[in-house]
């Protein structure tokens, strides 16, 4: 148990466009959701932490503008990273956990995304 | 601050045993997670330590000791495919994971 699974798992896109990266567990309902990036050989940054039905809550330094993130339901999170630009580029990893006193994270398989 | 304190890279010959020590530093804390994680890839879920004492799971056990700030995880019998990153997150008092770098570890037959 605990699958979460992320779509696209690559993306490739023009500056200035949007792209909408989905984050789903699949056999259970998280109760938070994570969204993080990571660069080539740094440590996960978390970005935001989303509970659903509820807004994100964002780390310092992220732009909720531009990150912008979505928690419709128990199984389902999306982010969208609007007008990106080439220092976009990055690893985006979701995690998800059950609540209550399971706080280990599950991760997604991760989004690579490459602006142009 | 919170801080954690881990080699950047170890070598070790595949079916050795190898031992990846974790120092930290949290405001508060919540238990502490290991997670593996393979190049390109997300991470994926260890072993989690709340109270001191060693979790075995089998090839990998962890130990945990809250007074020092330390954690360890223990690869036994390693095989090529333990090639990755290991990270140590300890988790803080607002039950936040913390992430370091990890620990490169890289295995020679």
């Known amino acids: 148990g605990a699958v979460v699974s992320q779509h696209p798992s690559w993306v490739i896109c023009k500056s200035g466009t949007s792209v909408k990266i989905e984050c789903r567990s699949l056999d259970f309902q998280a109760t938070t959701m994570f969204w993080y990036r990571q660069f080539p050989k740094q440590s996960l940054m978390l970005m935001a932490t989303s509970n659903e039905g509820s807004k994100a809550t964002y780390e310092q330094g992220v732009e909720k503008d531009k990150f912008l993130i979505n928690h419709a339901s128990l199984t389902l999170s999306t982010l969208t990273v609007t007008s990106a630009h080439p220092e976009d580029s990055s690893f985006y990893i979701c995690?998800?956990?059950?609540?209550?006193?399971?706080?280990?994270?599950?991760f997604g398989p991760g989004t690579r995304l490459t602006v142009t | 601050g919170q801080n954690i304190d881990q080699p950047t890279e170890m070598t070790a010959t595949e079916g050795a045993i190898v031992q990846i020590n974790c120092t930290y530093q949290t405001s508060g804390f919540n238990g502490l997670f290991w997670y593996q994680q393979h190049a390109g890839e997300a991470p994926t879920f260890l072993s989690y330590n709340v109270l001191d004492g060693l979790e075995e799971k089998g090839r990998f056990s962890s130990f945990l000791s809250r007074s020092k700030g330390y954690s360890y995880l223990l690869l036994k019998e390693l095989q090529m495919k333990d090639s990755a990153s290991y990270l140590c997150?300890?988790?803080?008092?607002?039950?936040?994971?913390?992430w370091g770098a990890g620990t490169k570890l890289i295995i020679k037959p």
């Open positions: 995690s998800a956990n059950r609540g209550g006193d399971a706080y280990e994270q599950y």
């Open positions: 997150a300890p988790m803080d008092s607002n039950y936040q994971l913390i």
